[in-house]
């Protein structure tokens, strides 16, 4: 999404329960927009292909960001909404590996060589789930593909869960590049624990970011996750305090989307056991005055990060951006999805893989890359993505400037927004002083809301019901 490039103050966000509850509604997280429900199955192979022809010719091609989806898990935890399969038969990932350096195979020639991979991320599912071998092997290929970052300005991260993982594996990555980790909590109370299926103690959290440290990493993240069974505010309580000992440098704390008509491991859980909707509220709140009162930075969203870290850096600088890993310094790569059900986005497209094994394997047996869907963004699309962006990563954004690096009448082309944002005035969201729109503090958590005003996809009238809640 486009930067601004102007440095400004943020506002700490203000917890407002009142205010929080009237507008915690179902709504987009913007890591894209359009959003992926809005995807286009007659976006295939050839499109993607013609989108990474133009962006080789782009005057200065942008450098590249590589996101790798390793879809399996050792053990289900029933809060899980990800594309993974569950199994503890490391032959599967044997069978994986040998499509996915197809897949790498069939796309990465299609890039100019001289782009550089300045970002990689492993997600999943589990990256863990493949040993160190496996994990060389796979760095190898990327490698000999494309060509990998090694210097200092590289971001290249990696998800593991603690259970699975231990000092020497993580110092092992080191070795193989990775300078980033992030850590998946979610709440360190041992009924909490019992009740999704995630039993993972402090310990064994606290010696992977420590031998990434170690390792000279340059990042270290954990993830919480509020609303989920059997929480209360002393046990999350408890569980911030332990985070806050560790220190890592970034904190995602997410809210748990109960959908168990979309995910079948949230059938397991026992939906009587949900804190209620102000036990949830008072969950956030007492995360937000934890974590601001340790000295972590509010950027946006679900996310928090050190002031010295380069997410809070950037969110001063206004170079901040968002891709489908949340906030970015690094937005202004075109991103390469390889795996199972990855998204990419090259240039003004978005394309996703197929979401299935047997459906991915198939394709990549036939010699075609494995793309299921996708979208080339129309003009209106462009400018939507623009606006959205710039209050999601900065919380402001002036009508005049916007509309002359555009070429339109802010006003005129965003009416129907602009009537949005007026009650959203009235309620304390945001102000509009003179041609700046700006979030309040009171509005910082719920910059879904304001971008929502700019989204023309969403049901005038109607909670679109597809997406989590707000809060």
Do not use: W
């Not at 966000?13 to 009142?18: G, L, M, N």
């Not at 789930?129 to 000999?144: C, K, P, T, V």
């Amino acid at each position: 999404m486009e930067a601004t490039h102007t440095a400004t103050v943020i506002q700490p966000p203000t917890f407002d329960a009142d205010l929080i509850a009237r507008y915690d509604v179902n709504g987009p997280r913007y890591t894209s927009y359009p959003t992926a429900p809005h995807f286009r199955n007659d976006f295939g192979a050839a499109e993607l292909r013609e989108a990474i022809r133009e962006s080789n010719e782009e005057p200065i091609p942008r450098p590249l960001s590589v996101y790798v989806h390793v879809p399996f898990c050792m053990s289900p935890c029933f809060y899980c909404g990800c594309n993974r399969v569950i199994t503890r038969d490391v032959g599967k990932a044997d069978r994986y590996l040998e499509r996915l350096y197809r897949e790498i195979g069939l796309i990465a020639p299609l890039f100019d060589r001289d782009r550089p991979v300045r970002q990689l991320h492993f997600g999943g599912g589990t990256p863990n789930f493949l040993d160190i071998e496996r994990m060389r092997e796979l760095m190898q290929s990327l490698g000999r593909h494309f060509s990998m970052e090694r210097g200092r300005e590289r971001e290249y991260g990696i998800e593991l869960d603690p259970r699975f993982a231990d000092g020497d594996y993580v110092r092992e990555l080191g070795e193989l590049g990775f300078n980033r980790v992030s850590v998946g909590i979610q709440d360190f109370d041992p009924a909490v624990q019992q009740a999704v299926n995630r039993i993972q103690s402090v310990a064994q959290t606290a010696a992977v970011l420590n031998a990434a440290r170690e390792a000279g990493f340059a990042s270290t993240s954990v993830d919480l996750i509020y609303g989920l069974p059997l929480q209360t505010v002393a046990g999350f309580d408890r569980t911030l305090t332990e985070v806050i000992a560790l220190s890592p440098d970034r904190v995602a704390v997410y809210g748990y989307a109960h959908l168990p008509e979309m995910f079948k491991a949230q059938r397991q859980l026992d939906a009587s056991l949900l804190p209620d909707a102000a036990t949830r509220l008072a969950l956030l709140g007492r995360a937000l005055e934890r974590l601001t009162g340790a000295g972590y930075v509010y950027i946006g969203m679900d996310h928090f990060a050190k002031a010295n870290d380069e997410l809070a850096q950037a969110q001063r600088a206004g170079h901040l951006q968002r891709n489908f890993q949340g906030y970015s310094t690094h937005g202004d790569c075109d991103i390469v999805g390889l795996g199972v059900s990855a998204i990419g986005r090259i240039g003004d497209c978005y394309s996703q893989n197929v979401r299935d094994l047997p459906g991915y394997y198939a394709a990549l047996d036939a010699g075609h890359l494995p793309v299921a869907r996708g979208l080339r963004l129309s003009e209106d699309d462009l400018i939507r993505r623009a606006a959205i962006g710039e209050l999601m990563c900065q919380g402001t954004l002036d009508r005049d400037a916007f509309g002359a690096r555009h070429r339109l009448d802010f006003d005129v082309y965003f009416a129907d927004a602009m009537v949005r944002l007026e009650q959203l005035e009235a309620d304390g969201l945001v102000t509009l002083e003179g041609p700046r729109i700006v979030t309040t503090s009171r509005g910082r958590l719920l910059l879904r809301i304001i971008a929502m005003c700019f989204d023309a996809y969403l049901d005038a009238g109607a909670p679109p019901t597809r997406y989590s809640r707000a809060i």
